[in-house]
């Protein structure tokens, strides 16, 4: 058996329609996280469609208890073959998103995989149902072309909680470091660069949210007696907003921007085109750092967007300067940035810019990740990409959103190589999400070829493996 071979078995099993009628039950399990997140639903996903498939490959099953009270569930599973061999640690979510029926177009509903072209419709298809059963699907091709073993050691963290931050997640692999031990992170999540060029990204821009608030009296007054004599908290909100970020969305808090772009990034960043494709949005041209690329914006850059503003009453305005205002923002931030540190540089910033009155918050925060492009597991990843796909991979240094990945470089320790088998214009969190039957396709070709050179006895991993139990170094 060669590679090829185990290919064309995994592309024949597709084909067959058992990909589908996987994708179909998996997509039927009510899995919203958002809306209860002790939903007996979380847990059945687990037992009844993760365990179970796991269970057939030989894995040791361990459903963990979320550390944090009243949130969802993990499962922890392990297969190995032999402690000398190399260990992979792979990671997939069963949650989404809230369904919202109501939303979806005639003839779409969120809990039934409905087929339309090379489209698979349904919640989770995309985010994240479909991508990890496309890996799921790869190990076992993997596992019968060998004849029930997979030439390396494999290990699985499922959680059902990533859609609402991963609660629990950082704090399980601090405690299961050793169950979890491995020399190599493969995953799979978020989209393409497009539909048609297979994707690797090493990690993902950080991002913190916060709050600016100004608290200017105990209530409103009448605009009209006391217009121009005080002051307006929205007024005074707009203008600071404004002295962070600029009319053309350019961050102006050095101490928040980004060490400059190397040569090695930009040269693997000119290869990349943001945006594009068919239901992508229309880039604007000016928009955000000048003297970037969009694409060395969107992977390279960091940016401050502004979420939300509230003032007064929107429903139902008054003639009345409202006594406070305030507006949620987040920073995306790529690695390099002294983030951990935003609450005094705003502080700093805006009380030098003339706004002591305005209140910073900081809401929550997530770091930024990324692999050393130059890591011969990259080369090794993107060279069995192409000879997969036929095509040039696109490698991006980090994701332009946000994943948990910072638990599996930093806590465990471990290089991390994502390949997503969706595409920008999914519907990824939205209604008539979906997935495209082509990428699919490709993305189990992809993966099966992968997980088979893993297992080969030239992989350059066979010399570096730790024993089980232990982080590489």
């Not at 597991?377 to 993107?382: E, F, I, R, S, T």
């Not at 980090?398 to 969706?422: C, M, Q």
Request: aromatic fraction near 6%; proline fraction near 8%; charge should be negative.
């Amino acid at each position: 058996m060669t590679a090829q071979h185990a290919v064309a078995q995994a592309l024949g099993w597709f084909d067959s329609g058992a990909f589908r009628d996987t994708l179909a039950r998996r997509v039927a399990c009510v899995t919203e996280s958002q809306r209860d997140p002790q939903s007996p639903h979380l847990t059945r996903y687990l037992s009844q469609e993760i365990g179970p498939a796991l269970a057939a490959l030989g894995f040791d099953l361990q459903q963990v208890e979320n550390p944090l009270a009243g949130q969802p569930p993990f499962l922890i599973a392990s297969r190995i073959e032999d402690p000398a061999l190399p260990t992979l640690l792979c990671y997939g979510h069963g949650d989404v998103v809230n369904g919202e029926a109501e939303s979806w177009r005639s003839g779409l509903t969120p809990w039934a995989l409905v087929e339309e072209g090379d489209r698979w419709y349904g919640r989770g298809s995309a985010d994240n149902k479909g991508q990890h059963s496309v890996n799921l699907a790869a190990l076992e091709q993997v596992y019968a072309a060998r004849g029930g073993r997979l030439g390396f050691n494999c290990k699985w963290l499922f959680e059902m909680g990533e859609e609402i931050s991963s609660p629990g997640l950082a704090e399980i692999c601090r405690r299961e470091r050793e169950a979890l031990a491995a020399d190599l992170f493969i995953a799979a999540d978020g989209p393409r660069m497009s539909a048609a060029r297979p994707t690797l990204f090493l990690g993902s821009r950080g991002c913190v949210n916060f709050r600016l608030s100004i608290h200017a009296r105990p209530r409103a007054y009448h605009s009209g007696n006391w217009g121009g004599v005080l002051s307006n908290p929205a007024t005074r909100l707009a203008n600071a907003l404004a002295a962070l970020v600029d009319a053309h969305g350019a961050l102006q808090v050095a101490a928040l921007k980004p060490p400059a772009l190397t040569p090695a990034l930009r040269a693997i960043l000119g290869e990349l085109e943001a945006g594009g494709q068919p239901g992508d949005p229309e880039i604007d041209a000016n928009w955000g750092e000048p003297g970037l690329t969009p694409a060395e914006r969107l992977f390279g850059w960091n940016t401050l967007e502004v979420l939300s503003f509230l003032a007064g009453n929107p429903q139902q305005p008054m003639n009345a300067i409202p006594p406070q205002a305030s507006a949620t923002c987040q920073l995306r931030f790529v690695v390099g940035t002294d983030w951990t540190a935003l609450a005094d540089h705003l502080r700093h910033y805006l009380d030098a810019a003339g706004f002591p009155d305005v209140e910073v918050e900081v809401i929550r925060g997530t770091p930024a990740t990324r692999l050393d492009p130059d890591d011969p597991l990259v080369g090794w990843a993107l060279g069995v990409m192409a000879r997969a796909s036929g095509k040039k991979p696109a490698l991006l240094p980090n994701l332009g959103g946000s994943l948990p990945n910072d638990v599996f470089a930093d806590i465990l320790g471990l290089p991390t190589l994502w390949i997503p088998h969706s595409y920008p214009a999914c519907g990824q969190h939205a209604a008539d999400e979906h997935m495209l039957k082509p990428v699919a396709r490709e993305g189990l070709a992809i993966m099966t070829e992968l997980l088979w050179a893993l297992g080969e006895p030239d992989h350059p991993l066979r010399q570096t493996a730790t024993t089980a139990g232990e982080v590489t170094p």
